[in-house]
């Protein structure tokens, strides 16, 4: 995707302290998201390989986006899809052994403002943006580590 002022790339690492094929189930499960990660308002499937989501983080709006399964390989631990919508490109999770039980967290996205909120404001409020979406980010590195935690407990 050529770079604009409306493209914006992000990647977030997690250290998480659960087996990858735990965290990896989890970040499987997209419809659960909501359960956990309170930014991510609204999951529906659609079949068996896409879905819509709704996202809506400190900044008063909501992003609305059609996710298509791009990859899903569970011994390599990487979940990719493409969405369109407000947003348009891309988003990856990798799972990786850290230490002896825990897991590194590799989020990463790339995508092109559709909104045409977004795109009138993707110059001038775009540290706002980076911002919003850093924290959107910890609170789901939050989010997950407590849904892990609480399904760990009831094994």
Same mark, same amino acid.
């Given at each position: 995707?050529?770079?604009?002022? /409306? ?32 930014? #991510?308002?609204?999951? /529906?499937?659609?079949?068996? !390989? ?15 986006? !059609?996710?298509? %399964?791009?990859?899903?390989?569970? $011994? ?17 999770? !990798? ?5 002896? !039980?825990?897991?590194? #967290?590799?989020?990463?996205? %790339? ?18 943006? #980076? $911002?919003? /979406? $850093?924290?959107?980010?910890? $609170? ?6 407590? /849904? ?5 407990? %009831?094994?």
């Amino acid at each position: 995707m050529p770079r604009s002022r /409306h493209t914006f790339r992000f990647r977030s690492d997690w250290t998480l302290p659960a087996p990858p094929d735990a965290v990896y189930a989890a970040l499987e499960a997209v419809e659960s998201y909501p359960a956990w990660w309170p930014q #991510v308002r609204d999951v /529906h499937t659609l079949d068996g !390989t896409s879905g819509t989501a709704r996202f809506r983080s400190l900044l008063p709006y909501d992003l609305t986006v !059609t996710a298509r %399964e791009r990859r899903r390989d569970p $011994a390599a631990r990487i979940l990719e899809i493409t969405m369109t919508g407000d947003l348009e490109g891309w988003v990856r999770w !990798t799972v990786q052994p850290h230490g002896a !039980t825990g897991s590194h #967290v590799r989020f990463e996205q %790339e995508v092109e403002a559709r909104s045409p909120l977004m795109r009138r404001l993707a110059l001038p409020a775009r540290p706002l943006f #980076v $911002a919003n /979406h $850093a924290w959107m980010m910890r $609170a789901g590195r939050r989010g997950l580590r407590a /849904h892990l935690e609480r399904r760990a407990g %009831e094994i």
